[in-house]
C-alpha cells in the first residue's frame, strides 16, 4: 500500500448511477474519481470485477480472470465508435436498485449490436490482438466455456461428456461449431480493458489508486473448474467434495456454507501454485493493490462435507507451509492488504506479521466493552486500514439502529465523550476512522451519505437482495465529499 497516511472511498462499480439499470465505467465513473480528487482521496476500493450470474454476487464468480462485461458502459462504445449512438436509457422500477437479470439482457443484447457493427474493425487493430495474445491462456478457456453454456446451459456439470470432461477433439468441434459466440466473448472482454484501462489511466492522473479485489473461491459453474479439476476437491463427475465456508461467527449463528468447491493446495503445491500466482497477477493488471478476501483461508480453510446442509459441520484445512514463502517470492512488493477478519488465530497474525502487509480494523466491531479488541480505536496500529464498515456489515447508521445493543452504545459514548445519536453517529464513526493511527482509511460511500440499513451491500446471513444497492445522481453532487475533505487534511491524510 502507499507509504504514510492516506484515505479513500469504498465504493463498487455496479452502483455508480447511469442511464441503463446498473452502474457502468461511463460518465458517472469519471464524475466519481473527480470528487475522490477535489477531496484529496487518494485510493477508491472496488469489490472484484469478475463475472457475476443474476445473483450479482462478485465473490462467486464465474471465472476468476474474466472481467464483467456488465459494467460496460454504452455511451462509452460509442464514444469510441463501436456503436453508432448510445442507446435509449433503460426504464428501471427501483433506480436505487440493480436488477440484475434485466441489467444482463440488455448489456447482452447491446454486444450483439456493437459485435455486429464493430468486431472487424477491432479484429484489424493491434490492440485487439494483443489482448488476445497476452491473455490467451485464460481466455481461449472462458469464451469457449461462455459459448458452451449458450449451447447446453447451466451448470457445466450436465455438459454431454465428452464436452464436460474436456475431450480434445471434441473441444475441437465445439470451438469450430461456436464460433461467431467465442468471438464474441474475446470481443467483449477486449472492450472492457479498454474501458477499464481509460478510467484507471484517468484515475491516476488525478492521484487515485484504485484498491482491487481477489475474491478466495469460484463459483462451481466456472470456467476455471471446468478448465482445471485436478485443482479443485471435485469428483470425476464435476460432483463437488467437498465445499468452503466459515463456522459459526459474528455474522451467522450456523456460519456460512458458500456452497464453492476448494482447493486442492496439495496438487497446487506440486506446480509452485501457478493458478493462484496467475489470478493475483490478473488482478493487478486491473488494480494498483488488492484486498486477499477471506485471508484466513491461506492459512487454514474451513471444509464442508458437500452434503452437509450448514457450515456447522466441518474442519480447518491448513494449507502447505510453502505457499506463504512462494507469495512473497512472486510479488516482493507484496501490494495486498489481508481481510483478516472473522475468526482469526494466532497463525492468522503470524502470517500477516511475516508478510508485512496490513490488516483491516473494522469500527463497527469495536465497541463490545473488550479492553484488547484491535478493532477498538486505541488498539488500532499503524500498518493496517481501518474502515467504519464494510460491504458485509451494515451501514454505520444501520448497524447504530438496527443492531446495536446497549453495551456497543455505552462503550461508543464513552470513547468519543459525548451522547451519540442517530444524526451524530457516522460523523462520530468517520472522526475516528480518519483520525485512526491506521496509515491508510476507506469509508464506505453509504456512510458518506449516512444512509441507514436500506443501503446495505451484502448480508452474508441473507442469499437474497444482496449486491443491489446503487448511488442516485444527485449523491455525487460533491456535498458528501465535504467534511471528508476537511478531515483529510485535519488528520494528514491529504
Known amino acids: 500500500m502507499k507509504a504514510g497516511r492516506s484515505s479513500g472511498v469504498l465504493l463498487h462499480v455496479t452502483s455508480l448511477p447511469s442511464s441503463y439499470g446498473v452502474g457502468d465505467l461511463g460518465p458517472s465513473a469519471y464524475r ?33 480472470f474474466a472481467a464483467n462485461t456488465l459494467v460496460l458502459s454504452p455511451e ?64 481461449d478457456d472462458f469464451s469457449l466455456y461462455d459459448a458452451l453454456t449458450r449451447e447446453y446451459g447451466r451448470p457445466w456439470m450436465k455438459w454431454p461428456e465428452g464436452v464436460r470432461r474436456r475431450e480434445k477433439t471434441v473441444l475441437e468441434e465445439e470451438r469450430v461449431k461456436l464460433d461467431p459466440f467465442v468471438r464474441k466473448t474475446k470481443f467483449s472482454q477486449y472492450l472492457f480493458q479498454k474501458q477499464w484501462s481509460d478510467l484507471a489511466s484517468y484515475a491516476d492522473s488525478q492521484g487515485v489508486k484504485i484498491l482491487g479485489d481477489v475474491p478466495f473461491y469460484v463459483l462451481h459453474d466456472s470456467s ?46 506440486k506446480n509452485g501454485y501457478r493458478f493462484w500466482k496467475d489470478r493475483v497477477s490478473r488482478g493487478l493488471d486491473l488494480a494498483n493493490y488488492l484486498r486477499l478476501d477471506h485471508f484466513r483461508g491461506y492459512v487454514a480453510y474451513w471444509e ?53 502487509i496490513p490488516g483491516m480494523r473494522v469500527l463497527q466491531f469495536g465497541f463490545d ?46 470513547s468519543v465523550g459525548h451522547q451519540v445519536t442517530s444524526k451524530s453517529v457516522c460523523g462520530d464513526f468517520l472522526e475516528m476512522a480518519m483520525g485512526s493511527v491506521s496509515d491508510t482509511c476507506v469509508t464506505p460511500f453509504q456512510d458518506l451519505l449516512c444512509l441507514g440499513g436500506e443501503a446495505r451491500m451484502n448480508n452474508p446471513a441473507s442469499s437474497v437482495g444482496n449486491w443491489r444497492w446503487r448511488v442516485m445522481p444527485s449523491d455525487l453532487s460533491g456535498g458528501s465529499f465535504h467534511r471528508l475533505a476537511e478531515l483529510t487534511v485535519a488528520t494528514g491524510r491529504g
Open 32 to 64: 466519481f474519481v473527480d470528487l475522490m480528487s477535489e477531496a484529496k482521496q487518494s485510493i477508491w476500493q472496488i469489490l472484484p470485477l469478475t463475472p457475476v450470474g443474476d445473483h450479482g454476487s462478485p465473490y462467486s464468480p464465474h471465472s476468476l
Open 76 to 139: 462509452g462504445l460509442a464514444q469510441d465508435g463501436f456503436l453508432q449512438e448510445p442507446p435509449s436509457p433503460v426504464f428501471v422500477s427501483d433506480p436505487k436498485k440493480v436488477d440484475y437479470p434485466e441489467s444482463l439482457r440488455f448489456k447482452d443484447d447491446l454486444m450483439d449490436k456493437a459485435y455486429r457493427l464493430s468486431f472487424d474493425r477491432a479484429k484489424g487493430e493491434g490492440a485487439y490482438s494483443e489482448f488476445c495474445g497476452q491473455n490467451a491462456e485464460w481466455l
Open 224 to 269: 476455471d473448474i471446468w478448465t482445471h479439476p485436478d485443482l479443485f476437491k471435485v469428483a470425476e463427475d464435476g460432483r463437488a467434495r467437498f465445499v468452503g465456508g466459515v463456522p459459526p461467527d459474528y455474522f451467522s449463528r450456523t456460519g456460512q456454507r458458500w456452497g464453492n468447491p476448494v482447493y486442492d493446495w496439495a496438487q497446487m503445491e
Open 304 to 356: 464442508i462435507p458437500a452434503e452437509s446442509g450448514t457450515a456447522e459441520v466441518g474442519e480447518w484445512v491448513r494449507l502447505p507451509p510453502s505457499f506463504l514463502g512462494e507469495v512473497k517470492s512472486a510479488f516482493p512488493d507484496l501490494p495486498f492488504v489481508a481481510e483478516d477478519l472473522g475468526e482469526i488465530t494466532d497463525d492468522v497474525r503470524q502470517a500477516i506479521d511475516r508478510l508485512g
Open 369 to 414: 466493552g473488550s479492553q484488547d479488541n484491535p478493532h477498538f480505536p486505541s488498539n488500532h496500529i499503524r500498518t493496517s486500514l481501518v474502515c467504519t464498515g464494510t460491504h458485509d456489515t451494515n451501514t454505520t447508521l444501520g448497524w447504530f439502529e438496527e443492531e446495536a445493543t446497549q453495551k456497543n452504545i455505552d462503550a461508543l459514548e464513552e
